[in-house]
């Protein structure tokens, strides 16, 4: 392993205070206990008690819960009959934290009710809790929205005394999800004051994040305050940042932290991966003698049954596992037990997640060594090579717009239903809404009020992910996992070998009208990878106008992926044995919104000449600033008299002089690596050119739409079979679309703009993720034209 970059977080100690709750139980425990509570937490626990709501925003591991426990708790011991709403964005920390907080609660002996009200929870049980409501009531905002709020006059008591409303991960709901669970929390206020005339007190939890404050507040509609200074310990942290390895290497690494007994997790972001991963590292053991160490690995992803990943859980928090192979699924603070060493096996898209598995380490009163071990992705490399950027950059904001029209109409429709809607209660974006709802006759006014038309169906889900698929073992007849519609199309085709928990299994059938895949277990040296064809057909076009001589268009577009055969690969040999070609393809039709615009055929050469120029005269004048004299005037002795300059500078770039101590100074090298990068010739240079807009689009299209950039696709192509021209389309990611692509049609020439400004005015040589790189790019970053994407918007843009 290459290690290109240390960093040492130096340890920090703990910074208590001193606090009398008004619950003389509470602080007797506390004392008898020894519980000492850190600053941040006293300072969060007195804002909350003094009715402000509040954003906190300290490390992972530092205790954030307590201070929502510690309050509710203080306000039920004096008044019984007070109630809290937790919400957790997924089952799983749901289920967790509830058994965190009964586990607290009874050490406390405070008499406290504690109930989970959610996807997993049975019939019986949901009308107990709602016929007896507890203190603590812990749900998700699906649950929330689908199954509470729509009946919440069989919640009356609860809501009558709902005093706290706890936010776990805040950082998470981002992009539509969060733009729809801001809505959720908009109708819950609504309920809750139509009970108590007043609105709860919102504690928040939340990963480091840009502008909390800001966010919490666009949120839950209240002013918020942050708590942010961290008075938790924490140890001394090491992050090495590793050029790319073999899994060989890094087995070798969690060989030596299963011997040394130091708990570790290693984040791999596709399930499939972690599951290969998992299964070559068993074999791994085995080769080198360590049969005794395989029983302490395990993979750990979405997909296994709730008994299944809560044995994982339960045996890494008791140490019977040591190492855990993970999807983002540990992401968030799922109880596993102290953690010692984290490894990020390529970036996980944003810096706010990649800090987030960093913060997973640490726990105890001991060093912690982390890795983030690069991919060869161009993204990742720019982080190899600029690695101080990833503890200099500033972490990324969510971008949320709950007044996203498409998103608003659900809501309102539904908020109608649960209490007619006044006028006087609307914001002007909703009134908006209610007018167009009220053409569609599918809201009714009457009485002064909007009620919901009975024929219209109100029902939608927040996450709109579709229906998930059993995985059934045929030879047991027994479910062994499940899996949702998108990952089914990509991995659960006729044949394909399904990987769960280090057994392969093929796949025999997938019943589309039962939801459920059939699959058989086999012992199989490979594993298989769709062979995949992307293509985008324009269905209809809605309007079009012209800017100069660009044709903008908008309308709604079918996404077609289609799965024309598959792959086999050995398992261990990690190398292709043979395709498989279908006689018939499976296709995948996604029909959504979108713009795109034509390039006129003219401008392919003008880019490609005039590009030319440009780098030419841009790697001469880098040259020269990272080449002795000598060097210098003899390739630019060279460029200049030679009839094909770029062909000559890409010679002279890989001549080994430059790259020996010699030519060029060691810190340099990495330049004259990006340089080599910027010479793409001939036709590349426009499809890289293209491709770079579509990417730097992307970056930068929430400042017009306020869109997570992971809620819109974008394609560019030198040649569409429809338009006959050079087109870049950006598409809403979402069955039917939400509008995002209306906002490109509306205001191209502005993003256009933006995005040429940004581009141009980014310091790096061939792209990075400030401009044209993509955390999402499905070409892993190939074929992109920096100086090439800027050459083609000052001719569009001119």
Not at 13 to 25: G, Q, S, W
Not at 115 to 130: L, P, Q
Not at 308 to 328: C, D, H
Not at 688 to 716: K, P, T
Request: glycine letters at 6%.
């Amino acid at each position: 392993m290459e290690i290109v970059y240390k960093k040492v977080l130096e340890p920090k100690e703990a910074v208590y205070r001193d606090y009398k709750f008004d619950c003389k139980k509470l602080n007797e425990f506390l004392k008898n206990n020894s519980i000492k509570l850190y600053s941040h937490q006293v300072e969060g626990i007195k804002a909350v008690l003094e009715g402000k709501d509040v954003v906190i925003t300290t490390p992972t591991a530092s205790g954030k819960s307590m201070i929502y426990t510690l309050s509710i708790l203080d306000q039920v011991c004096k008044n019984p009959s007070t109630k809290a709403l937790l919400i957790f964005p997924l089952v799983a920390l749901a289920r967790d934290q509830e058994s965190k907080i009964r586990s607290f609660i009874q050490r406390s002996g405070i008499k406290t009710s504690v109930a989970n009200y959610s996807g997993s929870t049975d019939k019986d049980e949901r009308y107990r809790i709602k016929s007896s409501p507890p203190n603590f009531l812990i749900t998700t905002p699906d649950m929330l929205s689908k199954g509470i709020l729509p009946f919440h006059y069989t919640w009356e008591k609860f809501f009558e005394d709902l005093k706290f409303v706890v936010i776990d991960e805040l950082h998470s709901y981002k992009g539509v999800l969060g733009s729809h669970v801001s809505n959720v929390i908009k109708r819950l206020n609504r309920i809750v004051k139509h009970y108590t005339g007043e609105l709860p007190i919102y504690i928040c939890n939340s990963a480091t994040i840009k502008n909390p404050v800001d966010f919490a507040k666009k949120f839950v509609n209240k002013e918020v305050i942050e708590i942010n200074k961290s008075g938790a310990p924490s140890p001394k942290k090491i992050i090495n940042i590793s050029k790319p390895t073999s899994n060989e290497k890094l087995m070798h690494l969690l060989k030596e932290h299963l011997i040394n007994d130091i708990s570790t997790i290693v984040f791999i972001d596709s399930r499939k991966d972690v599951e290969l991963f998992y299964k070559n590292m068993k074999i791994f053991l085995e080769k080198e003698g360590h049969e005794e160490l395989v029983s302490k690995i395990s993979p750990y992803r979405s997909g296994y049954n709730s008994k299944e990943r809560q044995e994982i859980e339960n045996k890494m928090a008791t140490g019977k596992l040591k190492v855990l192979i993970s999807t983002s699924a540990l992401e968030m603070g799922i109880d596993i037990g102290n953690i010692d060493s984290v490894i990020v096996k390529g970036f996980p898209g944003t810096l706010a997640s990649l800090w987030q598995r960093f913060g997973r380490s640490g726990r105890r009163e001991k060093e912690s060594i982390n890795y983030y071990i690069a991919k060869n992705d161009a993204l990742d490399q720019y982080y190899v090579k600029n690695p101080k950027e990833l503890f200099n950059r500033s972490v990324e904001e969510p971008v949320i717009n709950p007044d996203n029209k498409y998103i608003l109409k659900k809501h309102i429709l539904v908020a109608a239903k649960e209490i007619p809607l006044e006028l006087k209660d609307l914001t002007d974006k909703e009134k908006e809404v209610v007018r167009d709802l009220l053409e569609e006759r599918k809201l009714i006014f009457k009485n002064g009020k909007f009620y919901v038309n009975k024929s219209v169906n109100t029902d939608f889900n927040i996450r709109s992910t579709g229906e998930s698929y059993d995985i059934v073992e045929v030879n047991q007849n027994k479910k062994i996992g499940d899996i949702n519609q998108e990952y089914a199309f990509y991995e659960m085709y006729q044949d394909a070998v399904y990987l769960h928990g280090g057994s392969t299994y093929k796949v025999l059938q997938k019943d589309d009208t039962e939801k459920v895949i059939y699959v058989e277990e086999q012992y199989l040296n490979y594993y298989t990878t769709p062979i995949l064809q992307t293509e985008i057909d324009i269905l209809n076009i809605e309007k079009g106008r012209t800017f100069k001589d660009i044709k903008i268009y908008y309308g709604e577009l079918n996404v077609k992926s289609s799965i024309v055969g598959y792959t086999k690969v050995d398992i261990e040999e990690n190398k292709r044995i043979k395709d498989i070609l279908f006689e018939e393809y499976i296709e995948r039709n996604f029909i959504t919104k979108g713009m795109w615009f034509t390039v006129e055929d003219y401008y392919e050469n003008l880019v490609i000449e005039r590009t030319k120029k440009e780098k030419e005269s841009f790697i001469l004048n880098r040259l020269k600033k990272i080449l002795d004299e000598v060097s210098y005037k003899l390739i630019e002795g060279v460029v200049k008299e030679s009839k094909e300059p770029i062909k000559t500078l890409k010679e002279a770039l890989s001549l080994e002089f430059l790259k020996s101590k010699k030519g060029v100074k060691k810190e340099d090298l990495h330049v004259i690596e990006d340089l080599e990068n910027t010479l793409k010739g001939g036709r590349d240079i426009f499809i890289g050119s293209l491709h770079g807009i579509e990417h730097g689009m992307i970056g930068i299209y929430s400042i017009f739409a306020m869109n997570d950039r992971w809620d819109i696709g974008g394609m560019s192509t030198n040649f569409h079979n429809q338009t006959e021209k050079a087109t870049i389309f950006i598409y809403d990611g979402f069955e039917g679309g939400i509008g995002y692509g209306e906002v490109g049609f509306e205001r191209l020439e502005d993003i256009l703009k933006a995005t040429y400004k940004n581009i141009k005015n980014c310091k790096c040589i061939s792209g990075c993720p400030s401009c044209i790189l993509s955390p999402k790019c499905g070409n892993a970053n190939e074929y992109l034209d920096k100086i090439g994407s800027t050459v083609l918007l000052e001719l569009i843009l001119a």
